[in-house]
């Protein structure tokens, strides 16, 4: 891991960043919201596609979702329509992490990046970093 966090003047003292995790491995929701907590981030998780789905619903502005692309009950293809239909939701930047190496980012409507799994840390690290302050 990284020692440093997030650079706190870049993205102001009193508003922590929050990410959504959506993937149906509990280990690999873990081990990234370790890694995203270390670094500052205020972590959510969700187990599968309708679950995220509620969380929006219920209020949740996340500043990044990671999704996975293939899960139960609503898999992560879906979850990237959902997004597209509302407007308060269209604008969250999407990173999909998959271990599919058929996709491309811009083979993903709605997606800005792409992540393999494994998940490199550093790598993470840049494209969340990069997504937020994009955003």
Not at 29 to 42: N, V, W
Not at 67 to 89: Q, S, Y
Request: hydrophobic share 45%; charged share 30%; aromatic share 4%.
């Amino acid at each position: 891991m990284r020692a440093q966090g997030v650079d706190r003047a870049s993205v102001g003292l009193n508003h922590r960043r929050e990410i959504l995790i959506v993937d149906d491995d509990p280990d690999i929701r873990d081990a990234l919201g370790e890694c995203l907590r270390y670094e500052g981030y205020d972590v959510h998780a969700a187990a599968d596609g309708r679950d995220a789905l509620d969380r929006l619903e219920f209020g949740l502005k996340p500043d990044v979702i990671l999704l996975d692309l293939m899960m139960p009950v609503l898999n992560g293809f879906d979850v990237l329509e959902a997004l597209k239909k509302r407007p308060e939701w269209r604008t969250i930047p999407v990173v999909v992490v998959s271990a599919n190496r058929g996709y491309q980012a811009e083979d993903l409507d709605g997606a800005v990046g792409i992540l393999r799994k494994p998940v490199n840390v550093d790598r993470l690290i840049a494209v969340v970093e990069q997504a937020v302050t994009s955003h």
